[in-house]
């Protein structure tokens, strides 16, 4: 299965933009690359995807590498509400349209 | 809020008891996904149903056993389960099993076994 790596743990202040890096060096061609975050006592957020350009949306923009093997991405001012478990998950068709979650970033955000 | 609802939030049974956790959606989504999460771990995925039909069972134990009774509802039936089965168990839906279709999430129901 298509894996990413995440860090363990960020932390930002607030009203500042945030770089939440990811690595996947085994993509395939066709694998997409999706965004969720999950607050406490919740289930998984969706943030964001994109394939090959970069994307924004009202939440984020995501940064995808030329050569397709990382991603970053970028909250552009961070709030208090935005401290969460950010995970960078490549969607790929291997015997299964799966998701795989990696172990995700916990960010933190100082006031 | 979110638009993929489980019910019930939480749930307590004993090893031999029999159980199931309902999701519901009315998106009009047709992919439907549940996930096992412990705490502090990732989401682990279970189960995929596409156009109400088992299409992932990724190795899950027999006590842990899907339903897909229409396109709006997925039930996971449980039945002599063991107590490291206790953690969140997650359902998502998404429009179809394309890669470029996002996931909705609901908040999971807690399931403690005893």
């Known amino acids: 299965d298509a894996k990413t790596t995440q860090p363990n743990s960020m932390e930002s202040n607030e009203e500042e933009p945030v770089h939440l890096p990811c690595n996947h060096s085994?993509?395939?061609?066709?694998?997409?690359i999706h965004w969720y975050r999950q607050l406490p006592s919740q289930g998984p957020e969706y943030v964001i995807h994109?394939?090959?350009s970069n994307v924004n949306n009202r939440m984020a923009s995501l940064a995808i590498a030329e050569d397709r093997k990382s991603s970053t991405l970028i909250l552009h001012r961070a709030t208090l509400r935005d401290a969460a478990v950010y995970y960078c998950?490549?969607?790929?068709?291997?015997?299964?349209?799966?998701?795989?979650f990696g172990a995700g970033t916990r960010l933190f955000v100082k006031a | 809020d979110t638009e993929v609802t489980q019910t019930p939030k939480h749930l307590v049974m004993g090893m031999t008891n029999k159980k199931s956790l309902k999701c519901e959606q009315h998106?009009?989504?047709?992919?439907m996904y549940w996930y096992k999460q412990k705490a502090k771990k990732p989401p682990e995925l279970m189960f995929v149903?596409?156009?109400?039909?088992?299409?992932i069972n990724e190795s899950v134990p027999s006590r842990f056993s899907p339903e897909c009774p229409n396109s709006s509802l997925l039930n996971l039936h449980l039945h002599a389960l063991q107590p490291e089965d206790s953690a969140l168990y997650l359902c998502?839906?998404?429009?179809?099993?394309?890669?470029?279709?996002?996931?909705?999430f609901g908040n999971g129901t807690r399931l403690t076994v005893t």
């Open positions: 998502a839906s998404s429009q179809g099993q394309g890669l470029g279709s996002p996931l909705h």
């Open positions: 085994t993509i395939s061609g066709t694998d997409y």
């Open positions: 994109g394939l090959t």
């Open positions: 998950i490549l969607r790929a068709y291997t015997g299964g349209f799966k998701t795989i």
């Open positions: 998106m009009g989504h047709r992919a």
């Open positions: 149903y596409s156009y109400e039909k088992l299409s």
